[in-house]
């Protein structure tokens, strides 16, 4: 099952990286484009982050979006979750698979855009 995002749980991590990394918000607001308001609000668990936002900052703290969001990685040798993508694609029918999977490319093609 997927997790829905909250942003007070990803603000303060959020914070918490940027301050390791010691930047102020107004370099990471050099360093992404996005406004001082908006990092703060972020920050503050009161605005949403958005995919563009998400690949900026990962850019911007040299991290994958599993650092920012406070994601626990797994291993995937090891991992016989039941809820994983993989596990929940191969049950659907081929045709599903399919289409799901060109969707994912897409959004992964222009996610890529917007990073370089």
């Known amino acids: 099952m997927l997790n829905k995002y909250d942003g007070y749980t990803v603000g303060p991590n959020l ?15 050099e360093l992404t484009g996005l406004s001082n308001s908006s990092i703060n609000q972020i920050e503050q668990g009161g605005r949403g982050l958005s995919m563009n936002g998400l690949y900026l900052l990962m850019d911007a703290y040299q ?17 016989k979750n039941e809820d994983s993508i993989d596990s929940r694609l191969s049950e659907l029918p081929v045709e599903q698979q399919n289409y799901l999977r060109h969707t994912f490319e897409f959004m992964i093609e222009q996610a890529t855009r917007l990073v370089s």
């Open 15 to 29: 914070r918490q990286l940027r301050k390791d990394k010691k930047l102020s918000v107004y370099q990471v607001s």
């Open 63 to 79: 991290c994958d979006a599993n650092k920012l969001l406070n994601i626990e990685e797994t291993d995937t040798k090891t991992d």
